[in-house]
């Protein structure tokens, strides 16, 4: 079954400048920089496990982290975007 695309963020701390720039070649072929250390994307679970995987192969997990967040905004009102960016209009269709 299908799943749609859902609001994804990725957030990473990498200790190394290689790795990082490893890290971010992956995320930019799977998503958009929203900050220097924040991507986002619309994903469906399909994608999101391509990425994960594609990410693990370059991380030291002793030392880096990254985190993938599913968001699912359960009321218009609850949505929010300040400055640059995404805008708040762009997250409509999670709703539906």
Same mark, same amino acid.
Request: charged fraction near 25%.
């Given at each position: 079954?299908?799943? &749609? &695309? ?17 890290? /971010?070649? /992956? $995320? ?13 994307? *619309? ?17 030291? !997990? ?10 699912? &905004?359960?009321? *218009?009102?609850?949505?929010?975007? $300040? @400055?640059? @960016?995404? &805008?708040?209009?762009?997250? !409509? !269709?999670? $709703?539906?």
């Amino acid at each position: 079954m299908d799943h &749609p &695309p859902e609001f994804t963020v990725i957030c990473f701390d990498i200790a190394n400048d290689r790795r990082r720039r490893q890290v /971010v070649r /992956v $995320l930019q072929s799977f998503a958009e920089r929203a900050q220097e250390s924040v991507f986002e994307a *619309w994903l469906d679970a399909a994608q999101r496990r391509r990425l994960q995987a594609a990410l693990s192969r370059q991380l030291q !997990h002793s030392e880096d982290r990254v985190a993938i967040y599913v968001l699912s &905004p359960s009321d *218009w009102a609850d949505i929010v975007s $300040l @400055g640059r @960016g995404l &805008p708040a209009e762009d997250f !409509h !269709h999670a $709703l539906l």
